[in-house]
């Protein structure tokens, strides 16, 4: 582990640093409002043009759809839940994400939005990835999608939501995903872990704010802890389907999507891991900021496509 | 002051505006006031803040800011931006 920084991340890092204030008040609004623009800065950057409309679900949220080409015939496809600390990303910081993931995927993406913290705590986020997916895998043909061949991915907390969803929908509805995908994953609220020790601040992660932005979700540690919020405890993997899992050396919570893919490979299971070096938790999500975001996300990407039918 | 000058000072002024503006919605709906040597950290400026505006200051003025200029006192305010980026046109 050289612990070395690509030249362009620590670019971005010295922008945060010059920015700092120690003694700035807690404040996951004025985080949220700074992902947004971030999103629009350096989100979209060279992302692939989709078809894309937008979806209603009902009493849930809204989803955006991505179809990387016209089809009559139904597509694979993929439900895709953003990061942002459950309490900042939406449908557009991650537009750019989810083109790219369309396009190089070749699966019609399902952007789905669920509501954020402090307005709405636990576990409003995850009912509403579940009532997501859930809907969205039920209409599949309405939706133009193949229901044999669905995916679930995330990244950061959107990963822990899709991983919770799909362990979810398989024991209440038999609802079964054919890939899991998680970039960057946060898969445990409570944990400590060595990459968090390592890395607990300056890393674009701080983790005492994204440590607050837990609490503020999900203000009790014991829920914190369950399998729900923290899928890496869930006893039972058996129901997730091959999982893609993408993780930034620099990132603390390097550890949750290693571990996972580590405990995939002892039960046997079908897992691929990929580390990006030099990187920290949301680069792929900067391409404007990051040129190996683009080759990150596509082979990601690459590795989501769904087996030729 | 040069018309220069004060058109390089309005146009740092509305990329500092729409960065504190999000955050300033609810107290001040449409516009922050920014006086040239008012303290950046004050009206609500942080370390994503100061990431957006950097990169909104290097697409309106097509320029890019070396990261050894990269140091807080250079984005403390109005006046201090303009100061950098008028030592960063003249080395271009």
């Known amino acids: 582990m050289s612990g070395a920084v690509d030249r362009h991340v620590q670019r971005l890092l010295h922008m945060l640093e010059s920015g700092r204030d120690p003694d700035a008040p807690y404040d996951p609004l004025a985080r949220r409002d700074g992902l947004s623009q971030l999103g629009s800065l350096a989100g979209s950057t060279g992302a692939p043009p989709c078809l894309t409309e937008t979806l209603y679900l009902s009493g849930v949220g809204r989803g955006r759809i991505y179809r990387p080409f016209p089809s009559r015939s139904p597509q694979p496809g993929l439900i895709y839940f953003h990061g942002g600390g459950f309490v900042a990303g939406g449908l557009e910081t991650h537009d750019g994400v989810c083109r790219r993931l369309a396009r190089a995927s070749e699966r019609v993406v399902v952007s789905a939005t669920y509501r954020l913290a402090p307005e709405f705590a636990f576990p409003a986020a995850h009912v509403d990835a579940r009532l997501a997916a859930r809907a969205i895998a039920r209409d599949a043909l309405a939706l133009g999608l193949d229901p044999e061949r669905l995916a679930l991915a995330g990244d950061s907390v959107g990963a822990g939501l899709a991983m919770s969803t799909c362990l979810a929908l398989a024991q209440s509805d038999d609802i079964r995903f054919d890939r899991l995908g998680l970039i960057c994953p946060i898969l445990d609220l409570e944990r400590d872990s060595p990459s968090r020790r390592l890395y607990p601040r300056g890393r674009f992660i701080e983790m005492d704010a994204v440590r607050r932005d837990f609490e503020l979700y999900c203000p009790d540690p014991a829920i914190r802890a369950g399998a729900m919020a923290s899928p890496l405890r869930a006893g039972d993997l058996s129901a997730l389907p091959p999982t893609v899992i993408h993780t930034a050396e620099l990132d603390p919570f390097r550890d949750d999507g290693e571990d996972l893919s580590a405990r995939l490979e002892t039960l046997g299971r079908q897992a691929v891991l990929v580390r990006h070096d030099r990187m920290v938790h949301y680069f792929y999500a900067l391409p404007g900021l990051i040129p190996s975001a683009e080759p990150a996300l596509d082979q990601f990407a690459k590795a989501m496509a769904a087996d030729p039918q | ?92």
């Open chain 2, 1 to 92: 002051m040069s018309t220069t000058q004060a058109d390089m000072l309005a146009r740092i002024i509305a990329k500092v505006n729409d960065v504190l503006v999000a955050r300033l919605k609810e107290s001040a709906p449409d516009m922050v006031l920014i006086e040239g040597c008012s303290d950046l950290r004050t009206l609500g400026l942080d370390s994503l803040g100061a990431v957006n505006l950097m990169l909104s200051l290097e697409t309106e003025f097509d320029l890019y800011i070396p990261q050894d200029r990269m140091k807080p006192q250079n984005f403390r305010s109005v006046a201090a931006i303009a100061a950098l980026l008028s030592d960063l046109a003249k080395a271009a």
